[in-house]
């Protein structure tokens, strides 16, 4: 049992969100490990909301993800699908038999990523601090473990990373992974392409059963179940899946936080017409019927639009990111999700996911946008005051939500957090009775700094700000696509990198009810509008009419309406 924390179930669905979920599991991963740190730092954020404790058929303890997972026939490569932490009954009969055994090994279809190998074999897991050596002496009864001190650093290859399980190190529960065997991940037939096609699998009695029966095993050892967040790719078939998994949460659990955040991969190729016909479609649906039954979706992407025109991926001054892997994109949103996430995680006075989204979805504005600063441009030994005047009066925030420039446009309601930055510099260090440079200066805590900075930018606006000790960690397999500036061994001068081998990184992000949805949800309309229906039956006869398409455009439109600004002169 998870002692008094909210638990937060999770839910995985689509293949760029295993990428995305991959690398938020593996940096929670890295600071469950985190035993150096000060206590007030290790101890802001309580890891129970996302974890479950268990035991072995050994009897040892797991503490595993709270996690479902889907995803489709092929994607998993070498990674079984009942997870590798947990021991196979089959092979511990075979353990215990005395007698002669005589072994057949299978081929592997899918050959473990080279990583994998290395850091199961070398290092094993990391538990306390301690990298932990497998070894399991005559093949009999459970495996001990011994210690090692100082592993050295695994970072995969870009070219040795096919799908997320190639760099996921953390252990799953068997009840965590569901595949569909109905369809494909790789090949150019049998492939989930299209909402409808999603919203059918869970009308399917073995799919539908399958999923209450995790939810049940999940939900019924909670104490205090606060919601869900669903991790839900929105430009493929699993739009719809998505759609159908957050109805069934919010007609069985009314009450608890539903939170969706609806992930798009980076850029995307132009030659290729009827995959972004659907993506635009899949994407619009997705939308509009996940706000009808989440508690808000926020959409997450690396790409300037969320139309059919192409716009540049978005650009981040210290990093030196390839918006064409999915590993470099996913990890810089997972890296966002770590932050803006952190108010329901925390340990101490946690704001919990319905009133986040109470404060953010009023009056029907059930989008919210995600923007970031990634790293945070704050040196040891300069204060936050200094560093936040040295970003001028407009704030360089870098937009996650595909709504393009967030600057000019107006804010209704936000919620922010500024993590990673020591409680020496909260505070400006100037002598008694020097000048002061700004009002931040004045402020006598960090909180108060982070309250004055945001009312400075934002006037009259409801905000929710958390500043925290704990930075975002970056260890391996964290892509180092840093700028050159950024060194190993810690920070040089005007770098943001904290030390620690360079494997954490401060972080400002925030989530916004903003005006940028007014024009971005009516440019989705109007593409929507402006397409000829009749030469794409093909989305529509995967479960789609055409009244569906005239119902979705009416509730873009009446969604847009909710954030246009009241001293906007357009409709």
Known sequence: MAGGAREVLTLQLGHFAGFVGAHWWNQQDAALGRTTDAPERSGELCPDVLYRRGRTLHGQETYTPRLILMDLKGSLSSLKEEGGLYRDRQLDAAIAWQGKLTTHKEEE???????????QSAEGVLSNGIWRIKSIPNGKGPPPVTSVSNPKPLIPTVGSIRVWSDFLRVHLHPRSICLIQKYN????TGRLEAFGQGES???????LEELEDRLHFYVEECDYLQGFQILCDLHDGFSG???KVAELLQDEYSGRGIITWGLLPGPYSVGEPQKNIYRLLNTAFGLVHLTASSSFVCPLSLSGSLGLRPQPPVNFPYLHYDATLPFHCSAILATALDTVTAPYR?????????RLADMLSCSGKKVVTAEAIIPFPWVPGQSLPDTLVQLGGSTPWTSLSACGDPSGTRCFAQSVVLRGVDKASHTSWLPPGTALPSPLH????GEEVLAQYLQEQQPRVISSSHLLLAPCRVAPPYPHFFSSSFGQQGVVPSCPLRSEAGQSIPVFGALRSSSSLHQTLRSLAKELTQLDLRRWASFLEAGVEQDDVEELLQELHSLAQCYRASDSLTD
Not at 109 to 119: E, R, T, V, W
Not at 201 to 207: M, Q, T
Not at 346 to 354: F, I, Y
């Open 201 to 207: 699998i869970l009308k399917e009695p073995r799919y």
């Open 185 to 188: 991940h790789d090949g150019e």
């Open 241 to 243: 899946v998505g759609t």
């Open 442 to 445: 004045a402020c006598p805590t």
């Open 109 to 119: 279809i899918y050959p473990k990523n080279p990583y994998l190998q290395d850091f």
């Open 346 to 354: 925390l340990r101490s006075s946690p704001v919990s996911m319905v």
